[in-house]
């Protein structure tokens, strides 16, 4: 149990283009995701809170005009990274909190691997 | 906020040797601990978890014990495997759930050698 799944896992694109990455969770309901991202060797940076129904929280230093957060769905929360620049190459990975659960415990996907050239 | 210290890696360990990774946290109340394992490429599982103080957490040979008195939850395993190799990474909520945030340790890297 506790499944999340990232789509895509890898993807290369070109400067100027958009890229959308979907976070599902797969057998439970998240009325919480969160999106990290992560460089070589080091530990999570938290970008951005995404709750349900509503409009995502963004972390300090985090612009929310270009990393765009739809949470439309208990299941489906998707992370848009608009006009990629190279410096925007990470590997991206989103988590789930289960609704109801009381412990704070997170499920993450398995990443993707952005790309830009 | 809560604060966690994580042991600087890499730790290099035999095949079947003893594994201790140290973490040491601060924190208002007793909030949940987690110990998470990103192996290579991939995103992170959680390895265990423990919600009250004196709780052991424990899953695939891997413990971890909840104590307040020291404020620590040191990963241990017995007998290593290669299949081990991992960044493991000492959790806990940032602020006691208020925004369900976790906030993690700076990760462990094991290399386990045959």
């Known amino acids: 149990g506790a499944v999340v799944s990232q789509h895509p896992s890898r993807v290369i694109c070109k400067s100027g283009t958009s890229v959308k990455i979907e976070c599902r969770s797969l057998?439970?309901?998240?009325?919480?995701m969160f999106w990290y991202r992560q460089f070589p060797k080091q530990s999570l940076m938290l970008m951005a809170t995404s709750n349900e129904g509503s409009k995502a929280t963004y972390e300090q230093g985090v612009e929310k005009d270009k990393f765009l957060i739809n949470h439309a769905s208990l299941t489906l929360s998707t992370l848009t990274v608009t006009s990629a620049h190279p410096e925007d190459s990470s590997f991206y990975i989103c988590?789930?909190?289960?609704?109801?659960?009381?412990?704070?415990?997170?499920?993450f996907g398995p990443g993707t691997r952005l790309t830009v050239l | 906020g809560n604060s966690v210290t994580q042991m600087e890696g890499p730790v290099t360990l035999s095949e079947e040797a003893f594994l201790t990774i140290n973490c040491t946290y601060t924190a208002t109340g007793y909030p949940s601990l987690f110990w998470y394992v990103q192996y290579p490429g991939e995103g992170l599982q959680l390895l265990l978890k423990?919600?009250?103080?004196?709780d052991k957490g424990s899953n695939k040979g891997f413990e971890a014990t909840y104590r307040k008195e020291t404020t620590s939850f040191h990963l241990e395993k017995g007998s290593v495997q290669v299949s081990d190799s991992a960044v493991y990474f000492c959790a806990l909520p940032v602020d006691g759930g208020a925004t369900n945030k976790l906030i993690f340790g700076t990760g462990t890297l094991l290399a386990v050698q045959p």
């Open positions: 423990a919600t009250k103080a004196d």
């Open positions: 988590s789930a909190r289960a609704s109801g659960d009381s412990t704070d415990t997170q499920y």
């Open positions: 057998d439970f309901q998240a009325t919480t």
